[in-house]
């Protein structure tokens, strides 16, 4: 394990480009976006300010997509720069705060929306939630709709696509709002690409502290953050190992030409490991 940088107030987002060999995470209090190059290691700032940027990912076009608390709204950078909103209502209601986000093969865009944004100002802005829910929501691709695709969770957080995309986890980490409220994963079946369909039961709950975000291995093992490092489950949502990590983690993405690399947004630090498992091809 090592530590590539620190100097953060809250690491998360991280999102690998392959292309350019260097990893782009959000430090969501300091209301900037961070730039990790991988050729020499060093650390420098991409964007700020970042709307209190939180989630990334990145779209087939090799675009940035991010979740922004304080613009309440999903966007992507463009090739030349320039700044497109994907999504910023549901319903004619502003969204809460998006969180975190991954795009699927057909080009939808899936999010999910809970309050931690609009809840204090320390990550974005405080405001009363408009929807008066925290949904998770699927953006169509060719028109622009938003739609919920889940709505019966506390806190939806971090999500994540099978490898073969056939059924997507999301994390619920509705303790940090509710006593003894949900700290696991649930599992739905994607049903012809655009909505989701069971879920109903727990496929697995957080040991140490909450699951945030997280991302497959081309096995369909999950690596996902939690309170004391990196939480490694198989399949059936069984532990299987640890990495730990001296502070608490928020996400998590595979990065190098092979995927073999883990890298670990953890609080102040950015961190990484090297595995003798690669992470899930797209989007890893």
């Not at 620190?6 to 690998?16: K, L, M, V």
């Not at 980490?173 to 649930?186: A, I, W, Y």
């Not at 004391?228 to 990065?255: Q, R």
Request: with cysteine; hydrophobic share 35%.
């Amino acid at each position: 394990m090592e530590r590539l940088w620190t100097g953060a107030r809250w690491t998360e987002g991280p999102a690998y480009f392959a292309a350019g060999r260097y990893l782009i995470f959000s430090d969501i209090p300091n209301n900037r976006m961070m730039r990790y190059d991988e050729t020499d290691g060093g650390v420098s700032v991409f964007r700020q300010p970042s709307n209190n940027s939180n989630g990334n990912t990145r779209d087939r076009e090799g675009r940035l997509v991010t979740c922004e608390h304080l613009g309440r709204r999903v966007t992507r950078t463009e090739h030349d720069g320039s700044i497109t909103v994907i999504a910023d209502r549901f319903e004619g209601k502003r969204l809460n705060s998006p969180n975190d986000l991954v795009v699927h093969p057909d080009g939808g865009i899936w999010f999910t929306d809970p309050t931690y944004g609009i809840d204090v100002d320390y990550e974005g802005g405080r405001a009363e939630s408009e929807i008066g829910a925290s949904n998770v929501y699927r953006v169509d691709p060719s028109t622009g709709a938003v739609e919920a695709v889940a709505t019966d969770f506390v806190k939806p957080n971090g999500l994540a696509f099978t490898p073969d995309y056939s059924q997507m986890v999301i994390a619920d980490t509705g303790m940090s709002h509710v006593e003894n409220g949900p700290k696991h994963l649930r599992r739905f079946a994607v049903v012809d690409g655009k909505r989701l369909s069971g879920g109903d039961g727990i496929f697995a709950d957080c040991t140490y502290g909450l699951f945030d975000g997280f991302r497959f291995d081309e096995h369909g093992n999950i690596w996902s953050s939690a309170g004391d490092g990196v939480h490694c489950l198989n399949a059936d949502g069984a532990l299987i190992g640890k990495l730990k990590v001296p502070e608490v983690v928020a996400n998590v993405c595979f990065g190098t030409a092979p995927r073999n690399r883990l890298y670990i947004c953890g609080t102040s630090s950015l961190y990484a490991t090297y595995l003798r498992t690669n992470g899930a091809p797209y989007p890893g």
